[in-house]
């Protein structure tokens, strides 16, 4: 047996970076198929066992428990799907214009990266374009009063770029985001060697087109790992629950665990920490909002 960690997901065939860094391509056991197993998938980030079969192939044997995912389901839809796993950051990416940003995506997107164990990061990209400035400057007031760590970058000006690139290398990351926000054009600008593809932004749908089309670990020059996966533009969560949910919202935890009821929901409780500091001003109530309607989707989920 050999143990390792899955870098690259294509269809159903898995290319396995072994310990001694030796690559080899694998297909899952049987037994592994048929098992339901965490979410019923093997993705980019697990760590797994894999043995020799003939002719130079090998299967995956076993699947180690995933220490953080990244799940998300359509939205609307009823079917959770890990994208990777064992990372340390999920690094959302936003463009501020052309695609213009979507606010209750990057929310979701948050708090995706919190309910699967990760610390999430917001990157602001293409701040160089005029008509997205006043975007930019309310968006960066907005999650930095929220306590979510921001950055503004640019992969045309080089502005945050040093920032941007000293995150990525920090540890093992996820880079998501709506497709045209600019994800390989920034991975390209912290290090050239990538060849990201990239590709204009429609003009009439101003909505980017999908570049990725499978799930990898993309090794960086210098340090760190990002998992480079399919653009998406809606997102559902998969797998958050409503008591995990008020955590997944850096700017609720001061207020949580004050409220007179200790099962409270935050929505419309007498004498709640979490309206109160909305009320103050302490929590901003578009943030709110979104909470409250992510809370009815989990419960409409059952």
Known sequence: MTEGQVVEVVGGRYTVRAADGRRVEAALRGRLKRASGAHGRVVVGDRVEVAPVADG??????????????????????????????????????????????????????VMGEAGGMESRLVLNKVDLVRGQ??????????????????????????????????????????????????????????????????????????????????????LQGGGIVADTPGFSDVGLAGVSAERLPWCFPEFRPHLGRCRFGDCAHLREPDCAVHAAVNNGLIQRVRYECYAAIRGEIAAHG
């Open 134 to 219: 006043g975007v930019a400057a309310y968006l960066l007031h907005l999650y930095r009063a929220a306590g979510v760590p921001v950055l503004a970058t640019s992969a045309v000006s080089g502005e945050g770029l040093d920032a941007f690139g000293e995150l990525v290398r920090s540890g093992a990351s996820a880079l998501a985001g709506p497709s045209g926000v600019g994800k390989s054009s920034l991975l390209n600008a912290v290090d050239p060697s990538l060849g990201l593809r990239v590709q204009r932004v429609g003009r009439r749908s101003r909505a980017g087109r999908h570049t990725t089309v499978s799930s990898r670990l993309v090794d």
């Open 57 to 110: 192939r090998y299967t995956i044997e076993s699947v180690r428990p995933q220490r953080t995912i990244l799940a998300r389901r359509t939205l609307g839809g009823h079917v959770a799907r890990v994208v990777a796993a064992n990372l340390d950051h999920l690094i959302v990416v936003a463009s501020v214009a052309d695609p213009p940003p979507r606010q209750g995506v990057i929310d979701r997107m948050l």
